[in-house]
Structures are given as C-alpha cells and as structure tokens.
C-alpha cells in the first residue's frame, strides 16, 4: 500500500508541475519521496543544484501544492510533502495493528 501511495503522489506531482522537462524541480521529485521533509540546502546537497536553482524548485514544489512550509526562518525553512508524511503515518498505523 505504501508503495502503491508513493508512486501515485509521484504521478501526481508530475502533473502538478507546469515546468520544462530540465527544470531542476524534477531531480526534488524522488528526494522527497524518501526524505518529505527538506530544507534549500539539502536539496542542493543531494541534487547537486546550486542555491538559486535550489530555491526556485522549493518556489515551484509550494506553488503547486506539493511542498508546504513547517518551520524555519529565512534561509533554514523547512519544507515538508504532506502527501508522504500522511502515508508513512498511515503505514505506522498499520504496521502497529497487524
């Protein structure tokens, strides 16, 4: 179920996003997928994009719905992918009843 999940959210993102096909946000995509929750410069660190391109994908993935903000200031803001924090919730929740 949780796979099923993940790659569903994936199809859905990539239609969310209206951005050329070379746009540094898809190499965010599968990050998120295994680490939801990501800051600028973790981004960069495991995409190798630089700080501006970094911070343009987090402007893309908020503006289209994927990402939302959960803490930070200014350069430390983290950004979480609900979508992904709610099925690994749910696969807790399963895990714990079987």
Sequence with gaps: TLAADLSGFYGQWSHALTVRKTAGVW????????????TSAVLQQATGLSQPAADNAIRQLRDAGIVTRASGAQRYIVWVADDVTRALDAFAERARRG
């Design 27 to 38: 190499d965010a995509l599968p990050l998120l997928l295994s680490q939801p929750a990501v």
